[in-house]
């Protein structure tokens, strides 16, 4: 079956910088698009960032816009999410997830999901 694996989060200083990871199995990583999403305690899933299946094409919500990368690598079928100048309000959990279709920044539309990784950034 899919199973999507992220890793790397953690608690950090505001201002500091963590790298999530997404390693997939079950499927044919290049196939699918890849998008990264959090949500914070009370607050909706909001969308983070999406890459197409070879990398060619991303996407960022504003609010990390110029300070997140999103990347792939599709020979070890992982995902990368670089985080930079963390600040308080990036504090969720972060997911990634996969669509067969090309990038997307609406949450349902994406067919498989992580379990979920804590960023916490504290002042």
């Known amino acids: 079956q899919v199973q999507l694996v992220e890793s790397g989060g953690g608690l950090v200083q505001a201002g500091a910088s963590l790298r999530l990871s997404c390693t997939a199995s079950g499927l044919t990583f290049s196939n699918y698009a890849m998008g990264w999403f959090r949500q914070a305690p009370g607050k909706e899933r909001e969308f983070v960032a999406t890459?197409?299946?070879?990398?060619?094409?991303?996407v960022y919500a504003d609010s990390v816009k110029g300070r997140f990368t999103i990347s792939r690598d599709n020979a070890k079928k992982t995902a990368y999410l670089q985080m930079h100048s963390l600040n308080v309000e990036d504090t969720a959990v972060y997911y990634c997830?996969?669509?067969?279709?090309?990038?997307?920044?609406?949450?349902?539309?994406?067919?498989?999901w992580g379990q979920g990784t804590l960023v916490t950034a504290s002042s």
């Open positions: 997830a996969v669509r067969i279709m090309g990038t997307s920044s609406s949450h349902w539309t994406y067919d498989h």
């Open positions: 890459i197409n299946w070879n990398g060619a094409i991303t």
